[in-house]
């Protein structure tokens, strides 16, 4: 497992050189190169004896040929991932939209725009993403960090299940490992860019750090990581956070003596401490100065001063997000607590609905919410039937879903967010005997198989099921869920390389598919940047704006722009225009 945190220390210090290049405003591919090559020296150099002995002892193998359903599933996800850009929503709205205008401005800092997500949200994920992007010009690489982060799920729990019991049997680690990412949320977003199943990795390798403390050695390498890993994960997505918080606190309370050994250990957790500040203070810094709050005031975190009764009922509601049966959100029993919670979006848009829909944004995880209840049922089967004190890590689970509710508001998203929940929820298994899963776990794992390939087949949004799309230019595929958008798109590039303007400025609304014309232009060398006000349109001599009514005076409309009048020259021979 220590290529798994090497790559997160390599991670750590990637993500520290982009900052303070972003200080300097030098975020340029050359610059990016410097910090990633002298980012794999001093990791190199921190790991020189597990590097060492890596290499003298390498060899490929399989512990057990369940391990071929893996690396089938892992094959259908990256020819998906390279041979499709990104194309989900959220990719085209802020994920990747951030990126370009990063480049552009070679800062991370906030910029002005009509999408507060662009700067608000975590940016973990991006600054991984934009590491390859501005290297090699490219977004080709861009989906495969959420691959990486199914990667990660997978063998963090598989080696953590070896940490929790010494003598596991390989199917069992490898029913916990493979059950932790073959669910359907999961598999949809592992050929995306969005940035839930990463931060499920990081919070995975947290659980195993923590582990390496609370079982191996609490040496104060095993701290560092354990705070570089928890520091990835909050600033990928503070809910794995959430997610890892109930865990850490079981084992914390029956490994305390073994964590908690000597006074040194009060100095390694100081240490881990620091570097997980090193990590998340330049964003929350960002966040504070912008929005007055270290958490950027965001409005789907529930207030601890709201009335509890909602968020325990919105534990229950979200249950129903995870079952594909439509007719469930009819119910009296439903509507019972959807009254209780609050009607989230409008009826059409009910999540209960969208449990069916083969798609990231929406589908639902059937078996794992029956696995979910099948541990509370074991432990209380344990209760009677067992003194075993470890009996309560079956309980874990359950009390990580309601306090992920109640820390987390109801929204029409948050089946998406129950990601590292379903990630870390497997672990519990461990504890239950080899004879007790024996005939349920190879009949689950197939299960598990069989679904995940009919999911990735059946993709909306990257069909593996439509070979001729393999053909297809890459350019079209950016356009899979919104293709009335492509036609538009490229009239504007046109449009923007007859008028030879290097400056396009976009006038947005709140949620706008910007991704595509922004990271064409910049390709094209073209600045770009969002109008907010009439004033800012200035600094451009070229407008895209998707309302109607926006004027200027120092502009006309031609077509699909705005293009500024003094620089305007018509060659009435080809008419096209020039600066």
């Not at 077509?559 to 003094?566: A, E, G, H, T």
């Amino acid at each position: 497992m220590f290529k798994f945190n090497f790559i997160s220390v390599l991670f750590f210090l990637v993500i520290t050189g982009i900052q303070f290049l972003s200080y300097c405003k030098l975020i340029t591919n050359a610059y990016v190169i410097v910090v990633l090559f002298l980012s794999l020296v001093f990791t190199s150099a921190f790991y020189f004896k597990d590097l060492k002995y890596f290499f003298n002892n390498f060899r490929v193998k399989l512990e057990n040929r369940f391990h071929i359903l893996f690396f089938i599933i892992l094959i259908m996800l990256l020819i998906q991932a390279l041979v499709y850009p990104p194309n989900n929503w959220d990719s085209m709205t802020y994920h990747m939209s951030r990126i370009v205008y990063w480049m552009n401005n070679q800062s991370i800092d906030y910029f002005l725009t009509s999408n507060a997500r662009k700067n608000i949200l975590s940016p973990g994920a991006e600054i991984l993403i934009m590491i390859p992007q501005i290297i090699f010009n490219s977004d080709r690489f861009a989906n495969l960090l959420q691959t990486y982060g199914l990667v990660l799920v997978f063998y963090s729990n598989l080696n953590s299940a070896k940490l929790l019991n010494p003598f596991v049997d390989h199917i069992t680690s490898f029913f916990i490992g493979f059950s932790s990412i073959a669910f359907p949320m999961s598999l949809m977003q592992a050929s995306s860019t969005q940035n839930d199943l990463i931060a499920a990795g990081f919070t995975c390798l947290s659980v195993y750090n923590l582990l390496l403390v609370a079982k191996d050695s609490p040496s104060t390498q095993n701290w560092i990581q354990l705070g570089i890993s928890l520091g990835l994960t909050y600033l990928i997505k503070p809910t794995g956070i959430i997610v890892f918080v109930p865990i850490a606190f079981y084992l914390v309370i029956f490994y305390t003596k073994r964590i908690f050994n000597n006074g040194a250990s009060f100095l390694r957790l100081a240490l881990s401490i620091f570097f997980f500040l090193l990590i998340v203070l330049p964003d929350s810094v960002r966040k504070y100065n912008s929005t007055g709050s270290f958490f950027g005031n965001r409005m789907e975190v529930s207030s601890f001063s709201e009335p509890i009764t909602p968020k325990l009922f919105s534990s229950l509601k979200a249950i129903f997000y995870h079952i594909p049966v439509p007719s469930l959100c009819k119910t009296e029993l439903y509507q019972y607590v959807n009254a209780k919670v609050g009607v989230v979006g409008s009826i059409d848009s009910d999540p209960c609905l969208n449990a069916s829909i083969i798609h990231e944004d929406y589908i639902g995880n059937p078996i794992h919410i029956f696995l979910l209840f099948s541990l509370t049922i074991f432990f209380l089967f344990k209760v009677f039937y067992s003194r075993e004190k470890s009996k309560f890590i079956l309980v874990v689970p359950i009390v990580t879903w309601i306090f992920f509710h109640i820390v987390v508001k109801d929204q029409i998203w948050i089946s998406r967010l129950h990601t590292p929940i379903f990630s870390v929820m497997p672990l519990s298994f461990i504890i239950l005997k080899r004879r007790e899963l024996k005939i349920a776990q190879t009949f689950l794992i197939f299960l598990l198989f069989g679904f995940g390939v009919y999911y990735l087949l059946n993709n909306s949004s990257r069909k593996l099921s439509d070979l001729n799309s393999f053909s297809n230019n890459r350019e079209i595929k950016y356009y899979e869920n919104r293709p009335e958008l492509m036609h538009l798109h490229n009239a504007i590039g046109k449009q923007l390389n007859s008028s030879m303007c290097k400056s396009l400025g976009l006038v947005l609304g709140e949620d706008s598919w910007d991704y595509p014309i922004i990271w064409n232009a910049y390709k094209s060398g073209i600045a770009i940047g969002e109008v907010i006000q009439i004033s800012d349109a200035e600094n451009y001599c070229a407008i895209y704006s998707e309302f109607a009514d926006f004027k200027s005076e120092n502009f006309v409309r031609i077509d699909n722009l705005f293009l500024k009048r003094k620089s305007i020259r018509v060659d009435r021979t080809t008419n096209t225009f020039g600066d």
